[in-house]
């Protein structure tokens, strides 16, 4: 298995520009996490999605960030515009929802907003 | 809150010696825990998790944990470390909600 996919690996934009994350994940697997990581805050869930509807989206930061579940497939994490302070390491991770919480991680989206 | 607590933030070691990082979680509920690998520039991967049974759990890499439920405590331990070991180590606990909620992470640097 490929494992969950992110692309892009890096991302570099200027402030107030839109940037798009994507996320595939594993084949199978129904439920989808996104997370931020930064050295100030660490490792922060934003949203998750199980059967591609979004469950918790409480750690999303405010209106500028959105993410989407368009199939079982495909995920989306959408900031616009962007700020400097949205600089981080942005992960997807996915599991089956039965195997009791162990989440599968992608190899992750470094953004950079100058 | 929910929360999880890594009581150290950086361990420096040389190479042979034993590790032990602490965690704390605030749940009283039933919880899955689990210790997270990320060595330097790469994503996050599971050493090892405890959802029943046995408290203490062996994990890739010669890594074990031992879960006591008294002392809300689920603390990581090596007896030998190597220089490969260098990398940051994530605590997570799953609450029956299914969110896996992590600790700061520690930064462990083994010196060769």
């Given at each position: 298995?490929?494992?969950?996919?992110?692309?892009?690996?890096?991302?570099?934009?200027?402030?107030?520009?839109?940037?798009?994350?994507r996320?595939?994940?594993?084949s199978?697997?129904?439920?989808?996490?996104?997370?931020?990581?930064?050295?100030?805050?660490?490792?922060?869930?934003?949203?998750?999605?199980?059967?591609?509807?979004?469950?918790d989206?409480?750690?999303?930061?405010?209106?500028?960030?959105?993410?989407?579940?368009p199939?079982?497939?495909?995920?989306?994490?959408?900031?616009?515009?962007?700020?400097?302070?949205?600089s981080?390491?942005?992960?997807?991770?996915?599991?089956?929802?039965?195997?009791?919480?162990?989440?599968?991680?992608?190899?992750?989206?470094?953004?950079?907003?100058? | 809150?929910?929360?999880?607590?890594?009581?150290?933030?950086?361990?420096?070691?040389?190479?042979?010696?034993?590790?032990?990082?602490?965690?704390?979680?605030?749940?009283?509920?039933?919880?899955?825990?689990f210790?997270?690998?990320?060595?330097?520039?790469?994503?996050?991967?599971?050493?090892?998790?405890?959802?029943?049974?046995?408290?203490?759990?062996?994990?890739?890499?010669?890594?074990?944990?031992?879960?006591?439920?008294?002392?809300?405590?689920?603390?990581l331990?090596?007896?030998?470390?190597?220089?490969?070991?260098?990398?940051?180590?994530?605590?997570?606990?799953?609450?029956?909600?299914?969110?896996?909620?992590?600790?700061?992470g520690?930064?462990?640097?083994?010196?060769?």
């Amino acid at each position: 298995d490929a494992g969950v996919i992110q692309s892009p690996r890096h991302e570099v934009t200027e402030m107030g520009q839109e940037v798009t994350l994507r996320c595939k994940p594993i084949s199978g697997h129904n439920s989808l996490f996104w997370y931020r990581q930064t050295m100030m805050r660490g490792l922060e869930l934003l949203i998750y999605f199980n059967n591609n509807v979004p469950i918790d989206d409480s750690g999303m930061p405010e209106d500028r960030f959105s993410a989407k579940m368009p199939n079982a497939s495909f995920s989306t994490l959408k900031i616009q515009p962007s700020e400097p302070r949205d600089s981080a390491v942005y992960f997807c991770a996915s599991n089956t929802g039965t195997d009791k919480g162990e989440q599968y991680f992608g190899p992750g989206t470094r953004l950079t907003v100058t | 809150a929910q929360s999880v607590s890594q009581h150290n933030h950086h361990v420096i070691l040389s190479e042979a010696a034993s590790l032990e990082l602490g965690c704390n979680y605030s749940y009283g509920g039933t919880v899955n825990l689990f210790w997270y690998v990320q060595y330097p520039g790469q994503h996050l991967q599971l050493l090892l998790k405890y959802f029943s049974g046995d408290p203490l759990v062996k994990g890739i890499k010669g890594f074990e944990a031992e879960f006591i439920k008294s002392k809300f405590s689920f603390n990581l331990r090596k007896p030998s470390v190597q220089w490969s070991d260098t990398a940051e180590y994530f605590c997570a606990v799953r609450n029956q909600g299914g969110k896996l909620i992590f600790g700061q992470g520690t930064e462990l640097s083994v010196k060769p």
